[in-house]
Structures are given as C-alpha cells and as structure tokens.
T-cell receptor, first 113, second 117 residues
Framework: EPEVTQTPSHQVTQMGQEVILRCVPI?????FYWYRQILGQKVEFLVS????????KSEIFDDQFSVERPDGSNFTLKIRSTKLEDSAMYFC???????????FGQGTRLTVV | AQKITQTQPGMFVQEKEAVTLDCTYD???????LFWYKQPSSGEMIFLIY??????QNATEGRYSLNFQKARKSANLVISASQLGDSAMYFC??????????????FGTGTSLTVIP
C-alpha cells in the first residue's frame, strides 16, 4: 500500500533555531495536513493545504509556522525560532478526496532543547 | 464542547476476547465522517475504520467494526478476537462536512488498550 513518508524521524534542535520537517505525500492525493501530538496528549490539527494554498489553519498555526509545497511532491512544515513547547510528534497526512480517509506518515519527533 | 470524547483512558482485555472502545461525538453538521486510528508504541498512526454519517450499515474491516448509533452520537470501536499486537493507543476522530472539503480531523484523547495473554 502506498504510504506517506516523513523525514527525519527524529530531530533535536536548540531553542531559537529554525527547523524544516519534510513529508512526501501519496502521489495522487490532493489534500495535505500537518498535525502535532505533544507527548501523552491528543493529536491537534495545525494546517490543511489544497490547490497550493492553505485551506484551513488552527490557532496553533501562528506566524511561527509556514508550509510549502516547493516542487509538487514534497510538503514541508517550517517552524521558525523554535520554543521548548514546540517539542512534539509532528504528523503529515494526505487524502485523495479530503474526506473518507487520511493517510498519516510515521511522524517526526521534534525535541527542542 | 469537545468534538470527540473518549471516556476510557485505559482498557484491559484478555487475548481472544472482544473489546469495545467508546467514542461519542458532537456536531451540528449533518455530514460528517468518523474514524478510528491505532497508535502503537512506535508512534505511527494507522487507519483502522471509517463510517460516514449517511452510511446505513455499520462499517467493518476484518476484526474491527464500528458500532454507529447516530441518535446517541456514538461511534464505538469493537475489536473481536483480541491479539497481543492490538495493544496500543486508539484514537477516535471526526471530520465535519462532506467529503472533498478537506476539513480538519478532530481527535479524542485516546484509549490505551492492553491485551493480556
């Protein structure tokens, strides 16, 4: 079965640094998402992306965050000036129709020190 | 109000027995989708089952079935013949609106299932 691929699987960064989390969605999918899960807590929506623009974003997704689909295949999440509370598992997901099923990647565990 | 409520933080089940994980949802949108995901200790999110709000039949996928009670706004997951590999966190989620809207998924807080040999 095709899968969503995320890199790196684990990233450690110093507070204040910028990080880019990368995702390769499933090739014929049209909708893309980023979610995060702080350790031991529930999965929270960050942003959805369709037709090369943000379609929805949560209050968590402030100016510190940005998303891009630079080359038609990769889908990236950039976090500027990371804070300790940004430490979490970040999941990328894609969906063919924006509905019946979202395929999640294996996640990137971000640790800010 | 919470969109998705999972009231069981932890559950235990004997191997080969069936177990029901509870999920209630809150929405005023007549169109929505309900999902269950499994998250093993390795961290990935694995899709298990989907139920659309207009589906007449309860969804089934192998050993997983979704007990959809629309009037009660509940979408419980039933796992039959539990296996040791079923030990994981289980998340209920909901998407409001029709398919194709790309709307976000709302997740519950999860239920940790432990299968006892």
């Amino acid at each position: 079965e095709p899968e969503v691929t995320q890199t790196p699987s684990h990233q450690v960064t110093q507070m204040g640094q910028e990080v880019i989390l990368r995702c390769v969605p499933i090739s014929n999918h049209l909708y893309f998402y980023w979610y995060r899960q702080i350790l031991g807590q529930k999965v929270e929506f960050l942003v959805s992306f369709y037709n090369n623009e943000i379609s929805e974003k949560s209050e968590i997704f402030d100016d510190q965050f940005s998303v891009e689909r630079p080359d038609g295949s990769n889908f990236t999440l950039k976090i500027r000036s990371t804070k300790l509370e940004d430490s979490a598992m970040y999941f990328c997901a894609s969906s063919p129709t924006g509905g019946a099923r979202a395929f999640f990647g294996q996640g990137t565990r971000l640790t800010v020190v | 109000a919470q969109k998705i409520t999972q009231t069981q933080p932890g559950m235990f089940v004997q191997e080969k027995e069936a177990v029901t994980l509870d999920c209630t949802y809150d929405t005023s949108d007549p169109s929505y989708g309900l999902f269950w995901y499994k998250q093993p200790s390795s961290g990935e999110m694995i899709f298990l089952i989907y139920q659309g709000s207009y589906d007449q039949q309860n969804a089934t996928e192998g050993r997983y079935s979704l007990n959809f009670q629309k009037a009660r706004k509940s979408a419980n997951l039933v796992i039959s013949a539990s296996q040791l590999g079923d030990s994981a966190m289980y998340f209920c989620a909901m998407r409001e609106g029709m398919e194709g809207t790309g709307n976000q998924f709302y997740f519950g807080t999860g239920t940790s299932l432990t299968v006892i040999p």
